[in-house]
C-alpha cells in the first residue's frame, strides 16, 4: 500500500520530494501490513474452501469473484474508509461524513476495476500466489484509493 501512495503523492498529486507526506505514507503501509494483508490471506484460504474444486476454473474463478465482491469488498472498502483517515488524525464524525459523501462512487470505481482482476486471479492463478497478484494490481488501486481517503476538504 505504501507504494500507491508514494505514486500518488509524487505522480498525482504532484507533490514535490520537499512536500512529500513520508509519515502518511509510513501510515499508509502500516495499514496494508498490519490489516489488508493478513486479512486477504485469510480471505482467500476460507473463499477457496467455499467454492466447489470440480469444476472449470473459469466457472469456478466467477464464483468467487462474485462471492468476494459482494460479501468482502464492500465492508472492506468501507473499513479502509474509515481506517485510513482515522489514522491521520481525522474526527469521527467528520471521517463518517466522508463516508456518507464519497464511499458509493469509491465502490463504483472499486468495480469498474476488481471484478476483472478478481476473475484472472481466482480462475489462473494458484492460491499461493492470490495475494500477490492482488497486491500488484492493488498498486494502481492504492494509488487512487491513498489520493480519495487522504484528501483534503
Given at each position: 500500500m505504501g507504494a500507491g501512495d508514494v505514486i500518488?503523492?509524487?505522480?498525482?498529486?504532484?507533490?514535490?520530494?520537499?512536500?512529500?507526506?513520508?509519515?502518511?505514507?509510513?501510515?499508509?503501509?502500516?495499514?496494508?501490513?498490519?490489516?489488508?494483508?493478513p486479512?486477504?490471506?485469510?480471505?482467500?484460504?476460507?473463499?477457496?474452501?467455499?467454492?466447489?474444486?470440480?469444476?472449470?476454473?473459469?466457472?469456478?474463478g466467477i464464483k468467487k469473484m462474485v462471492i468476494d465482491q459482494t460479501c468482502v469488498a464492500p465492508p472492506f472498502t468501507l473499513i479502509l474508509s474509515y481506517l485510513v483517515p482515522f489514522v491521520n488524525g481525522k474526527k469521527?464524525?467528520?471521517?463518517?461524513?466522508?463516508?456518507?459523501?464519497?464511499y458509493v462512487d469509491l465502490m463504483k470505481r472499486s468495480y469498474t476495476l476488481w471484478p476483472l482482476a478478481q476473475v484472472v486471479n481466482f480462475s489462473l492463478l494458484p492460491i499461493q500466489y492470490q495475494v500477490l497478484f492482488v497486491q500488484l494490481i492493488?498498486?494502481?488501486?492504492n494509488c487512487y484509493l491513498s489520493m480519495v481517503l487522504n484528501k483534503e476538504k
Open positions: 500518488a503523492q509524487l505522480a498525482v498529486e504532484k507533490k514535490s520530494y520537499k512536500d512529500y507526506n513520508m509519515e502518511r505514507t509510513a501510515k499508509f503501509s502500516a495499514i496494508g501490513f498490519c490489516f489488508v494483508g486479512a486477504l490471506r485469510r480471505w482467500y484460504i476460507k473463499l477457496d474452501t467455499l467454492v466447489v474444486k470440480e469444476q472449470p476454473a473459469f466457472h469456478r469521527h464524525e467528520e471521517i463518517v461524513q466522508s463516508i456518507r459523501d464519497g492493488a498498486l494502481i488501486w
